[in-house]
């Protein structure tokens, strides 16, 4: 038997249950809104069935639910809604170039390291105060991300903003979000100007990996009390390496192999899949 975890806020009962074969609902965290349930069945079969849901997103858990100490998350496209090297690109007229290659290495189709490479090496010349206008302009939070991390570490979970972006953009990202540490790449700047590359080791798919496996050793932590969140393939090693990987409006290959997918309700949804319920939420 599987226990598997339904958001679907103000609208989930007993009806939408019903709905899927062989499903039985087992509590509520939230009335109405977030519900455990359980399923017989292959995993791979019951997460294809719940993916059909309308508007439902969930959890499959791999054994019995743990709370979460550990917090380990992508920052582009997952914490904020923009890839920052897009919107940078568009400043130095290479947005429509730029993002083609994003997407193809998010897909699982380019090699990381060669991608970043390729798309920074564009913006040399550019100067690095573009950095603070693009920040300011054009790069937000998704909803409930705030509210998540700090529900977390008021928990007591530590919790880490670990990025293939660059330290310029994630520094001031994870500080307003409220995360404990962060981890990205380095722009080369000289004399004001990006140099067109990066600067001491990249933070790539296996490095992302490190960070949740070295943090979660650190910590003393068995694997179940471990999150991790992203959406491309770049983020693939460290959510199959988490207690509960979470795919959130993730590219295909990763929402394949997540054990949870949050593709309709903002992040603080992830409190929910964790049985906790709004009334305990640190709003940002």
């Known amino acids: 038997m599987a226990i598997a975890t339904l958001i679907a806020a103000g609208r989930l009962d007993e009806r939408l249950v019903e709905q899927i074969p062989g499903a039985r609902l087992l509590d509520w965290i939230e009335q109405g809104s977030a519900a455990d349930i359980s399923m017989d069945g292959d995993p791979g079969a019951i997460k294809a069935a719940l993916s059909q849901l309308d508007g439902v997103d969930f959890a ?28 940078l690109a568009d400043y130095a007229g290479f947005k429509d170039r730029v993002a083609a290659i994003t997407e193809r290495a998010m897909q699982g189709e380019l090699d990381f390291a060669h991608a970043l490479a390729e798309r920074v090496a564009l913006l040399e010349g550019l100067d690095a105060s573009v950095i603070q206008q693009c920040l300011a302009e054009r790069i937000r939070p998704n909803p409930g991300a705030s509210t998540l991390v700090r529900t977390m570490r008021a928990r007591g979970a530590e919790t880490i903003l670990v990025s293939g972006g660059f330290t310029a ?36 798919s296996r490095r992302k ?20 969140i ?25 929402a394949a192999v997540a054990d949870a997918r949050l ?6 949804a992830l409190l929910w899949m964790q049985g906790i319920p709004r009334s305990e939420w640190v709003e940002d």
């Not at 496996?213 to 694997?223: F, K």
């Not at 593709?263 to 603080?268: F, K």
Request: aromatic content about 4%; glycine content about 10%; charged content about 25%.
């Open 209 to 228: 990996h490190d960070v949740l496996v070295e943090a979660r050793d650190r910590l003393g932590l068995p694997s179940a009390a471990t999150m991790a």
């Open 60 to 87: 499959l858990w791999p054994g019995e639910r743990t709370p979460a100490r550990l917090l380990v998350a992508d920052m582009d496209s997952t914490m904020i809604g923009q890839e920052c090297i897009d919107e």
């Open 169 to 204: 953009f994630v520094a001031p990202i994870a500080a307003q979000i409220g995360f404990d540490r962060f981890e990205a790449n380095v722009l080369g700047v000289h004399d004001d100007k990006l140099t067109g590359l990066t600067e001491g080791q990249i933070v790539d």
């Open 230 to 254: 992203g959406d491309g393939a770049n983020d693939i090693s460290m959510v199959e390496a988490a207690g509960l990987g979470i795919a959130f409006r993730a590219k295909p290959a990763l």
């Open 263 to 268: 593709d309709h309700h903002g992040l603080d």
